[in-house]
Each structure stands twice: as structure tokens, then as C-alpha cells.
């Protein structure tokens, strides 16, 4: 037999597999709604861990950046002097107001506080932040109340961290050890970390806790996100200070990073988990699709088509019923979650950023990938078992 | 001339020499058939006959080019089929034989007519040649009104038509007959004798035909009974 005939062939059986997909609505259906759900289950799932590391990438200020002792990881290890503080303060590249440079020190304490929910305690911060505080944080809004007033024993509470723990209602006093502070605020930060901390003057928040003339970080508004090299290079420079400087935006991707894996992990964990069991699922229909067809394999066989023909004529009905269901799937996933995408730019914050769910067209490509993988399986597996038996065996069996 | 003269050796068309066939299940070895020898001349309406498991679909796959001997020679219109590649077999069954089924074996997702052009679409033919021989091979069955139906349309009896049409279809010299009747009541199955023994009196088809109804058998003109295989042949009725 020539090639030409041979490719005839596998033209005209491929044909009459694809015109015989609407025939066979009940087989042809459920493979494409298994392949669906799968996809849609795979690109939901990573698509989790997706929203989670791009915003985490996007997220932050590109001009804000944070100073440190040198060789901390974290602001909690950092400590850095008054002496050296008031340096940075000079440094260039910081944006400057009519109040002076925008560099604001900060250090903090984690308090204690009882959950409203439970009851149990949990740590949260309070921080003490220094001159031009709310210029630096600028996203920072007092709704409720006024802001503290330097140099007495009051604080303004994140909105996250009042409804989240007792006694942080307006008016209120906290007792934490000796100390007494009342509550004069309330504030939001559009959506970010801070909404979940306690803020009060860092000099009150010093004496309280001995902590000197001594701040933990100093945070900075550059005059542009190019600005920071500079800053930095002039602040490693300096022989009078031991401190490194990072961009925000990298500074939370490095704090987040754990979580980032977790979240990463955990998601695709979880998607192989729920796509393997989905899989087999539309394995199984898809299996059974081209395994019911085992009599019309038999006879066409008899008749005198070749083996391969007719694989790969089946293999051509599989992919066209899993793309089909890939392209179902992808759709299914973008449509129910890209309300999830809306919220996640509305609000860029921490906690919400965790449960964003970002279908990016990668993700769709993935699934679909996966689509075509099930089909290729579902379809070739069964199609050449029935196509590599011997004919008269195929025919005795049906 | 004294005496009958053996058919010249192009009368014959099909020669089955020294025939083993064994299977192997597991360990044990199943002698189907041995030591067999047949000839059928063409124009012949041969019933093959025997118990259930006696080997007559096995021997009748053998001339189909379905399967091949274990051991011997199987020759169709002057070709040795068994030696052929499967993929030869293939090509060779699309347009030497035309095969019936006991239970029809049509696709059930075509129609009538479509099901009918399949073994066309193994021949180089356009497809207002292939629709032309699709209607003669249903006229002769006389099924031209059920070409657009389904087979679950059909009855069992037009439904045997429709795979007698589909066997008819390419013109092969050999028609080979699994049970034809196997599945289909009296009158059904009488009609599909009647149309049979046309197709070997008008069309001079040669055709085999596997089955253990005597009523059936009555039809061919020479009976041959295979048991424990091995053939032991019957006068023509
Ligand atoms: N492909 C096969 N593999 C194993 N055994 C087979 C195969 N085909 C036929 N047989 C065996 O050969 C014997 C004859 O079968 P068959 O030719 O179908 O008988 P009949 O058609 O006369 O009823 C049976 O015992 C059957 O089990
Ligand atoms: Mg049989």
C-alpha cells in the first residue's frame, strides 16, 4: 500500500471519527465536562498561588525603602542609634517636605492582646514612629478620631487590628504592664500590613520600654523609585553607619517568601491532588468512550482499515473532545474567578492578597496542557490496545 | 473424455492445502484445525457446518484473510494469503472479500448508506463513484428506501441487508458468511437465504457460508461438515 493511499486512509477514518462526535453525544459529552472540570479544578487551585506571587511582586511602594542594622533580616532584629539615625536622615535621594526629609524612625514592641472571637491572646504590634510619620506612610487615613499627639500616652488603632482584638475600641484604655494608653484613633492604610497594628509616639513608646534613644528602622520616602541606588550606595559608604538599606517592595517579598512557598506548594499539592483524581475521572470517561467502540474498531479492522489509521483517527477525536473541554474549563476558571482578581487590585492588601486568585494566561496555557495530556492518554491507551490485538481475536470478543 | 476431469486449476477459487491451526491459551495448545483440505470452485455456495467450537469461524477466518494458519497454505484467486503481513491482509481482505456478520456489525453512528460506502473509502474512488455503488449494492439488497436510516432503525433483517450490501459493495469474488442467520427469525432469516442464493445464481458470487441450521444449509449447492478438525463433505440436496 502507498503512502498516499495509507494517507487517504488515515484522512477519510479521521473524518468519519470527528463527523461521528455529534453521534455520539452522550460519550463525547461527558469526556468534554470531565476534561472541563479538571481544568477548571487545575487552574483554580494554582491560580491561588499565581495571585499570591504577583501581587506580592507588584505590591509596595517602589519609592518607599527601609533601613536596618546591617546584617538583620528582619526589622524585629534590627536596632540602630540616635547618632547614626540622624545621618541617614542627610542621605540622598530621600524626598524632602516643607517639614523636613521624609525618613521617619520607627521601632516596636509585640504586646499581647485577647482575640475578640476566642478570647485567646495573640501578638500584635505597637509600633513607635517618629517625625512625619503619616507623610511617610501616606496611605495611612484617620477615620475615626484624630492622631496621637506626641509625647503623650495615646495611641491610633489599624482598622484590622480593632476589629480583630478586644478592648481597641475609640476612647478605650489599654493596659499593657504598667503602662496605660488610650485609644484616640482609628486608621486605615488602604488595605495594607499596617491596618493591623497599634502606632504611637516613638519617643513615649522608648521610655516605656527602655529602649533609650534607640529605633529599630528608619523608613524612607525617596524622591523617586530611581533614587534608591543612590541612597543606598551613600548609606553603605558612609564609615559612620553599619546599616543596609532594601526597597520595600523586597523587603516584604523576602519576609513573604515563606509563605509565598507555602502557599505555592500547597497549591500545587493540592491541584495535582484534586487534577489526578479529576483526571482519572475523565480518564475513565474517556476510556470508556473509545472502549465501548471496540466492536466498531473490530469491524472496520475486518474490513480492511489499518491499525494505525485508526488510532490515530481516535487520537484526533480525543484532542478535539479535550480541547473542547480545555477551552470549557479555561473558561469556567477566568469567568468564576476574575471577580477575585478585581477585589485583589482593589484592596493589595496581605491577608487579602492570600486569597486572590489570579488566571493568568500562562495558567490557561498550563491547563490547557493538561487537557490535551488527558486526551491523549484517555484516547491512545484504549485505541491501540484495540487496534493490536489480532483482527479475528478483536471480532470473537465483541 | 472418461470420467469426471478434476476443474481446471483457475476454476478454482479457493485452495485450502494441509491446513493446521493451533491456539495457544496459557500453556495449552487448542488444535483447532488439522490435516485440512478443501477446495471451492468458483460460482460455489458452499455451507460450512459442525458443531458450536468446531472450528468453522476459525477456518472461515482463514480464507478471509483474518487470521493465518498455523501451519499450510491458504490460496485465494491464485494468491498464498498466508503468509501475508497483517498490513497486507488488510489491504488484501478490502478488496478480495466481502464479510458477513452474525450480529451485522454495523456502526451504529452511520447510516444505512454510510455504512455501506465504508469499505469504499479504501479504493481510489471519488465520491460520486463511491455514492453510485452505494445505491446498486442497496438496490440489490432492495434497501434503497432505508438508506438514510440508522441501524437501530432497522430491523434485524434489514440490517443483515445493509451488511450483506456493505460485503457486496467493493465486488469481491468471495463473499464469507459467519452464521448469517444466527440472529434473525424464520421468515427474516429466509429472506436473507433467498437474497444470498440470488447473489450466487444472478451475480455469481462465491460465497461460504458458516451454519448449523439444516434449513439454511438446504440453500448451498455443496455441504461440508467440520468436526473435530477435521472435514467430512455431503452430497449437494
Ligand atoms: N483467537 C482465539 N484464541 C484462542 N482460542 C480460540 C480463538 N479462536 C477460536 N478459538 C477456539 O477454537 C475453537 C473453535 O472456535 P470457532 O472457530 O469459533 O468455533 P465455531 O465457529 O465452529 O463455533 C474453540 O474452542 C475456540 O475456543
Ligand atoms: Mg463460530
Redesign the interface.
Known sequence: ?GFV?WLS?VG??TK?SLE?IV??KGASAAAVFGIAGVVAVFVAVLSVAEGFRRVMTASGDPSAAIVMRAGSDTEMMSILYGTGVRVIDDAPGIARSASGPLACRELFVVINLPRRSSGMDANVPLRGLGANAFEVHDRVRIVEGRRFTPGCNEVIVGVGASHEFAGLDLGAELKVGRNRWRVVGIFTAGGGLPESEIWTDAVVLQAAYHRGNSFQTVRVKLASPDSFDAFRDALLADPRLTVKAIRLQDYYAEQSRTVQNLITGLGTLVAALMGIGASFGALNTMYSAVATRT??I??????????APIVISILAESLVLASLGGLAGAAVAYGIFDGFRAATLNWQSFSQVAFAFDVTPALLAQGGGCAILIGVIGGLFPALRAARI???TA??E? | MNGAAPAPADDLLVRVEDVEKAFHRGEEVIHVLRDLHLTIPRGEFLALMGPSGSGKSTLLNLLGGLDRPTRGRVIVDGRRIDRLSDRQLAAWRARHVGLVFQFYNLLPVLTAERNVELPLLLAPLTRVQRRRHVAAALGIVGLSHRARHYPRQLSGGEQQRVGIARALVTDPSLLLCDEPTGDLDRRSGDGILDLLQALNREHGKTIVMVTHDPHASARATRVVHLDKGRLGTEAPP
Open positions: 500500500m493511499s486512509q477519510s477514518v468519519l461521528t453521534e455520539r466492536r466498531e473490530a469491524t472496520l479492522r475486518a474490513l480492511g482499515f489499518g491499525s489480532p483482527v479475528a471480532l470473537r465483541t
